[in-house]
């Protein structure tokens, strides 16, 4: 099955820098590839995903970008902000189906 | 809109006992998957049903079961609950079943045996 590694696990930056996160996955036949926020003690939440098709997705301050020859994509969050302290995750999914391989999450702190 | 409903948000348990935790998707989507969340294992993957139907099938010990209801509404349930049982439970629900639609989640179902 699809396996998805994520790094770094922890992440700390200054108010206004920018973070990136980075996933690798490993199943060519993944074309879907969605980030989820998790603030602490709620529900992950969809904040962008991008499909196979295309290499660049951005909305607002964040993007994520992906290179299938190298399989692997990341998420680019500019002029952080403190709302922005959460566990991030990625995901990927195989053609045709629902199945959300995670990965094992980031921990983005913001120093305002 | 509704978003996703899980049902209860927090159970306690003994070893040995079984649950059923409630799962109601968005009006419309007919895919509902079910995660666990543990701090260790991170977001892990037990199954999914669309249509009733059981599509995939993580791997989990066959403790672990679910169903689906024509409504989409879905049920999971772990009988003779293990310590290693205790996490947070998601559901997701997807508008299809083809990996095309985002997967929106609920807020899980916290649960802890003793």
């Known amino acids: 099955g699809e396996n998805v590694e994520q790094h770094p696990s922890t992440l700390s930056v200054q108010e206004g820098d920018s973070a990136v996160i980075k996933c690798t996955y490993s199943?060519?036949?993944?074309?879907?590839f969605p980030w989820y926020k998790q603030e602490l003690g709620k529900r992950p939440q969809l904040i962008i995903d991008?499909?196979?098709?295309?290499g660049e997705k951005k909305d607002q301050r964040i993007a994520v970008t992906l290179n299938k020859t190298a399989k692997h994509f990341s998420l680019h969050i500019t002029e952080t902000q403190p709302e922005d302290s959460a566990v991030y995750f990625c995901?990927?999914?195989?053609?045709?189906?629902?199945?959300?391989?995670f990965g094992k999450g980031n921990q983005v702190v913001v120093i305002p | 809109k509704a978003g996703v409903t899980q049902t209860p948000r927090y159970l306690i348990k003994t070893r040995g006992q079984q649950v059923t935790l409630s799962c109601s998707p968005i009006?419309?989507?007919?895919?509902v998957s079910w995660y666990q969340q543990t701090p260790g294992q991170g977001l892990q993957f037990l199954f999914e049903y669309f249509s009733e139907t059981q599509r995939n099938k993580g791997n989990f010990p066959g403790r672990f079961s679910g169903r689906q209801f024509s409504n989409s509404r879905s049920e999971m349930n772990v009988s003779t609950l293990e310590l290693g049982d205790s996490a947070l439970y998601l559901c997701?629900?997807?508008?299809?079943?083809?990996?095309?639609?985002?997967?929106?989640f609920g807020q899980g179902t916290r649960l802890t045996v003793v």
């Open positions: 199943d060519s036949a993944s074309n879907y």
């Open positions: 995901a990927a999914v195989p053609n045709g189906n629902n199945r959300l391989a």
């Open positions: 991008i499909r196979s098709n295309v």
């Open positions: 009006s419309g989507h007919r895919s």
């Open positions: 997701a629900s997807s508008l299809d079943g083809r990996g095309h639609a985002e997967a929106f």
